[in-house]
């Protein structure tokens, strides 16, 4: 059973730099896509990172771009989501997800998906 865990989340300032961390078990997920995901109150749920674990590409929303970096540590079947000079709107609850797919992107087909993390940036 594949599983998807999220932390790193908080109350930050904006301006401020948090990580989160996104532990997967169940399966080896070398090879696969996974990408990080936020939905803010009263919004729909919206693409923020995702890269493949073979070849090592990433993807980024432009909103994000040049503030976010996402990264993964194999050897813990780990993936990461630095998040540096964030703002107010940044704040949503972020989830992991992860595809049966190889190649990563922001409109592929995630199967499963963590519980989410809560991101607060305050003004």
């Known amino acids: 059973q594949v599983q998807l865990v999220e932390s790193g989340g908080g109350l930050v300032q904006a301006g401020g730099s948090l990580r989160l961390s996104c532990a997967a078990s169940?399966?080896?997920?070398?090879?696969?896509?996974m990408g990080w995901f936020r939905q803010a109150p009263g919004k729909e749920r919206e693409f923020v990172a995702a890269?493949?674990?073979?070849?090592?590409?990433?993807y980024y929303a432009d909103s994000v771009k040049g503030r976010f970096t996402i990264s993964s540590d194999n050897a813990k079947n780990t993936m990461y989501l630095q998040m540096n000079s964030l703002k107010p709107e940044d704040t949503a609850v972020y989830y992991c997800?992860?595809?049966?797919?190889?190649?990563?992107?922001?409109?592929?087909?995630?199967?499963?998906w963590g519980q989410g993390t809560q991101v607060t940036v305050s003004s």
């Open positions: 169940g399966r080896t997920f070398a090879s696969y896509a």
């Open positions: 890269f493949s674990w073979s070849g090592g590409s990433t």
């Open positions: 997800a992860a595809s049966d797919q190889i190649v990563a992107g922001p409109n592929i087909l995630y199967n499963y």
